[in-house]
């Protein structure tokens, strides 16, 4: 089986994430339809936070989910291992400065991650994140010991099974004995083997960013390998009407999920995975 792991591409990646982060800040501020729509409802159905919560934001970007989090009542640790993206974050927090601590953090070095301290966290949440990161085994690994036991992970990311590379996002329009038919649909042809790749996540970015595919069984496998066991996922879609003036956004893909949402939980690894109830 081909690796999911490239250590070696985490710095690359930072510069251009770091190149990129004022201008993604700038486009962000506290979310965008995909954060309104999609990731928030169903992030938040899954973490179901309890005001008191200490949790992590793993890849927090401009911070607009961690700040979400702060209004939810929690006290927020969030990361990332772009020092513009923390800085940024810092000037945009105001009301809830004294529930959010900020750090430069990269999650793909456990032990920068094990510094935040055993059994520290009730909840971790990683946004639109794991496309962008070269290695996952790290996250999880730590992850195993910073999070609770029985502690929840969630992360929402670009699904990989209709945002793999050279996915074709495709609309016909089909002259149905009188009715006009539109159907949307994406072509995949690479999946199974695991790619990286360069892409532009918001038209107009200073430099293309570097992503990192992995099938499902690729990504789940990190889960299960670090303890973890999956206990909720959600594939949500966008429900509004079409944007007749942008045929292709993912908007209009009504029957497609662009992100794929899963809740994951510590076990204790001693008593084995088959003891979970
Ligand atoms: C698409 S942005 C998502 C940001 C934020 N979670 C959100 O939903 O708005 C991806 C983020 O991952 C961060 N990132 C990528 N690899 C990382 C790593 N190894 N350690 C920490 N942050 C990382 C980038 O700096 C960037 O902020």
Redesign the pocket.
Known sequence: MSTSEWPEL?SE?QEF?DQNAAFWDEY?REGNHF?YQL?RPAAERLLAIKPGEVVLDV????G??SRRLATLGAEVVA????KT?VTQAKKRTSDQADRITYRV????DRTQLLGLGEGHFDAVVC???FM???TLQPLFAALSSILKLQGRFVFTLAHPCFQSPGAIKMVEEEDCDGEIVVRRSVKISTYITPTTYRGI?IKGQPVPTRYFHRPLSQLFQSCFDAGFVIDGIEEPVFESKPNEKRSLSWTNFGEIPPILVARTRRMDKKRGRNDYR
Request: include cysteine; hydrophobic fraction near 45%.
């Open positions: 985490t990646t994430w962000m954060h990731i890849a927090c970007g401009n607009n989910f990361i990332d291992f772009s993206f953090i990269d999650a793909t946004n639109q994140a962008d990161m070269a996540g």
